[in-house]
């Protein structure tokens, strides 16, 4: 059996990217998809883009952009959040992928909204598990733990990001990211056990959305203000390196990281 790992990305290029470079570094094969996942398209990969004796990553990018319109019912394709199966509605075999994770931001939806999405997507072994970032992909480089931003459109959160470390003499808080992807990750893995108090990572997607909508307000006129800045995208990362077959996992983790951040 080949080895495989589905990544559904909110993005077009800054997630790819991210986990792109990232896995490669780990020497894994990484397939970006250039189409967009639909449910009106058969999406399968080349057999012969697989690697045999690799873990093989697939990175694509999901249904939209926002969370919450993955949750409305589309008239067109009659796609929703109760009859949504990852692997029969976008043509994937059962059981084709070892793991299968949704990388999405917080970005301005609802308490609701973003509680429905972690009901349906909380497997990584069926539907998928919800790796959410409050408030995007961006939050990896936050270098104050005291931020707080409000505002309506996430353009201005990650200027104040690309501003600061233009000013330290590096080209982008992308560029930071990625250069810096495992001291990133232990920063936020080592916050949320911090606040969750929990040795088992994989129950932390389900924790980081209790903090969000404790801390983060949302209001009428589409503006949020944020206070709760994490992300529990290294879920992912632990799991494909096998760190979470433990149900105690959060050190052994803790500790790989530890030893690959220079």
């Known amino acids: 059996m080949i080895e495989k790992y589905l990544f559904i990305v909110e993005g077009k290029k800054t997630e790819k990217n991210l986990f792109g470079k990232y896995f490669e570094s780990l020497g894994f094969n990484v397939i970006k998809c250039q189409q967009q996942m639909t449910v009106d398209y058969d999406f399968i990969v080349d057999e012969e883009e697989y690697v045999k004796d690799s873990k093989n990553i697939v990175l694509i990018q999901g249904p939209k952009n926002r969370i919450h319109e993955i949750l409305l019912n589309d008239s067109k394709s009659g796609l929703s959040i109760d009859t949504i199966d990852v692997e029969s509605i976008f043509g994937f ?6 793991g299968i994770f949704w990388i999405y931001d917080v970005d301005h939806n609802s308490k609701e909204d973003i509680e429905m999405m972690y009901q349906k997507f909380n497997d990584e072994n ?12 961006e939050v990896l480089g936050t270098y104050n733990d005291e931020m707080s931003f409000s505002g309506n459109h996430l353009k201005k959160y990650k200027s104040i990001l690309n501003t600061y470390y233009n000013e330290i003499g590096l080209e982008s808080v992308e560029n930071y990211i990625i250069h810096n992807f495992n001291k990133c990750l232990l920063h936020f893995l ?3 056990y911090k606040d969750f108090k929990d040795d088992n990572i994989m129950n932390h997607p389900f924790e980081v959305i209790e903090f969000i909508n404790k801390y983060n307000d949302r209001n009428a006129d589409e503006t949020v203000y944020y206070r709760y800045f994490s992300t529990v995208v290294y879920c992912a990362i632990a799991f494909v390196l096998g ?3 433990q149900i105690n996992n959060y050190n052994d983790f803790k500790n790989y990281l530890e030893s690959v951040v220079k």
Do not use: R, V, W
């Open 93 to 98: 075999k059962p059981n084709d992928f070892i």
């Open 126 to 137: 069926n539907n998928g598990l919800i790796l959410l970032s409050s408030p995007c992909i």
């Open 190 to 192: 080592e916050k949320n």
């Open 243 to 245: 760190y979470t077959k």
